[in-house]
């Protein structure tokens, strides 16, 4: 087959409208021809074209739930290594802070305990998962800011019992004015991570705290917050750093964040020392 | 985390990490366009929520399978999907559709509008105008045997039996509107519609 021979197959391959036989001489002559390749990636961007004219349907709301419950399955059948606790919560202060966390998240933890309760049983645990994540889709249709919240307790929840959580304890170097104290628990598999902080002083509007990861030289945002009450908990998304992480900390930032810290240190901490499953770099 | 501004590559690049912010990212971009097609080819929506299902598992379980080099991620994403429904169709024995579906005004149809996407989603809009428009600008029996070729899997042999035409005709008809979509979907943007 010569390139004018396979110019007029092309088209007709990248729509899958040949026959074996010609498919077969084509991709024979395609393996030694590199510009009659370019010339069907071209046609094959065209013809993928071709589903955009198509009216637009939306799939199912909760299929995106459903490959994630496939997925999650898959990762539990594979008998992955569990990761202890980083360490023991070692004061009555830190159980404090996750006793609070726990009784905030509600029935994303009562419902999380069930389905961890039923591991040995896939079918079941699909089964009750299913149940839970069709419950919080019905909460999600009746109220969008609802649905957010309910979202960021389940993620808080997945987290918090994830087989991969890791955490980290964050309490004020001396000298440095603040009486609060928070807990940082984060998941890689679920991509957040799940600030809980007590004694905070609410800021005014005009400011904010923000959470810090520092790798070597470099700080990376982890989230700004607001204090409103004794005890608070955000959940984050996991930021990107590239290395490890040598320092967490909260500062005092101006509304809105700042791209580094600027501000007053109120926490700060090095990471733990190191214990089976402690991961410092989120 | 906002991945409104990271291009597709990077993100399928983070499946390996087992990112599924990343994941979600992509399912957000191109989960409806991927179900719309395969309902377009299979006909059932619970099929074409399976397949899509089947498809978005598939590469996040394997995402070394696209290949940067090759193509856009938005190209073989649509091609792995149209050659599954079309594999699925062709299993199950069903008698594959000899005539299209009827036209849907695409002005009628839901904005694929994501509140957490807006600028991706415009972009699409924009991008589907334009291949809805080209496509209405080609004469109705290139444009058909194009959807009987893509939509309908069916090679240029079964295509001209269906139609009754010859098979040379039916190769023209393939050849030409191919060619006026190219011109006018890669001559008029300096990129092709799919990101």
Partial sequence: ?282 | MDHGNVPDDQLVARLGGADVAAFEALYRRYGDLIFSTCLRIVGEVQCAEDLTQEIFLRVWRKPQAFDPARGKFATWLLSVARNRAVDEVRSRGRRRRREAPPELDPEDTPSLVDDEDPAYAAQLADDRALVVGALRSLPPEQRRALELAYFGGMTQQEIATALGQPLGTVKTRIRLGMRKLRLAILGSAKEDPLP
């Fill in chain 1, 1 to 282: 087959m010569n390139c004018q021979q396979a110019a007029e197959l092309v088209d007709a391959h990248a729509l899958g409208a040949l026959d074996r036989p010609e498919r077969r001489r084509l991709e024979a002559h395609l393996q030694r021809c590199p510009r009659c390749r370019q010339a069907l990636a071209e046609s094959e961007q065209v013809a993928a074209s071709l589903p955009l004219s198509l009216p637009v349907r939306r799939a199912h709301p909760d299929l995106f739930e459903r490959i994630l419950l496939q997925m999650d399955q898959r990762r539990r059948g594979r008998g992955l290594r569990v990761s202890a606790l980083a360490r023991p919560l070692v004061a009555a202060g830190a159980a404090v802070l996750v006793a609070a966390a726990l009784t905030a998240l509600g029935l994303a933890l009562s419902l999380q305990r069930r389905v961890n309760n039923l591991e040995e049983e896939n079918e079941s645990i699909a089964a009750q998962a299913q149940q839970t994540d069709l419950q919080f889709q019905s909460l999600a249709l009746l109220n969008d800011e609802m649905a957010r919240m309910v979202e960021q307790q389940r993620l808080a929840a997945l987290a918090l019992f994830a087989e991969d959580r890791a955490e980290w304890e964050i309490t004020p170097g001396s000298g440095e004015p603040s009486t609060g104290e928070a807990l940082y628990v984060w998941s890689r598999t679920y991509g957040v991570g799940v600030l809980t902080v007590r004694g905070l002083a609410p800021l005014p509007p005009e400011s904010t705290y923000q959470l810090w990861f520092a790798s070597g030289p470099e700080f990376y945002s982890g989230g700004t917050f607001e204090v409103r009450g004794s005890v608070v908990q955000h959940v984050f998304p996991l930021p990107e750093i590239g290395g490890r992480v040598t320092m967490m900390g909260v500062t005092v930032e101006p509304a809105g964040g700042s791209q580094e810290p600027t501000g007053q240190w109120v926490l700060r901490s090095v990471p733990p020392t190191a214990s089976p499953g402690t991961s410092p770099t989120p």
